[in-house]
């Protein structure tokens, strides 16, 4: 589900004539065992106060997201041991980056 809404909100939000998405991986290696799935497109991006709230994990009557999706996306990411970060893309549009661990039981 977090993966489907990374790549809707890429696709839904985006405003330009010719929309283009990338999908990249990174195998575990080294010291590292997880998974890194980006998701690059040239769409409006995501605005810096949104990423910002959903770093700090919390929202205030003057900072605050646009709808519940990416907090879905990090609720599901961080619950599932793994970590989501938000990057602007070059020249235009956002990076979300999920860093996905080995699998793990949710207590």
Do not use: C
Not at 38 to 65: C, F, M, S, Y
């Amino acid at each position: 589900m977090a993966i489907d809404h990374v790549l809707r909100n890429a696709v839904e939000h985006n405003d330009t004539d010719t929309p283009r998405i990338e999908v990249t991986t990174r195998p575990p290696g080294g010291e590292s065992s997880d998974l890194y799935l980006t998701v690059a497109d040239n769409g409006l991006g995501i605005p810096a106060q949104q990423r910002e709230v959903l770093v700090e994990g919390e929202e205030t009557p003057l900072k605050h997201g646009n709808g519940i999706g990416l907090w879905l996306v990090n609720w599901i990411i961080t619950r599932s041991g793994g970590r989501i970060a938000f990057d602007e893309n070059d020249p235009r549009g956002s990076r979300v980056t999920l860093a996905l661990s080995p699998v793990h039981r949710i207590e």
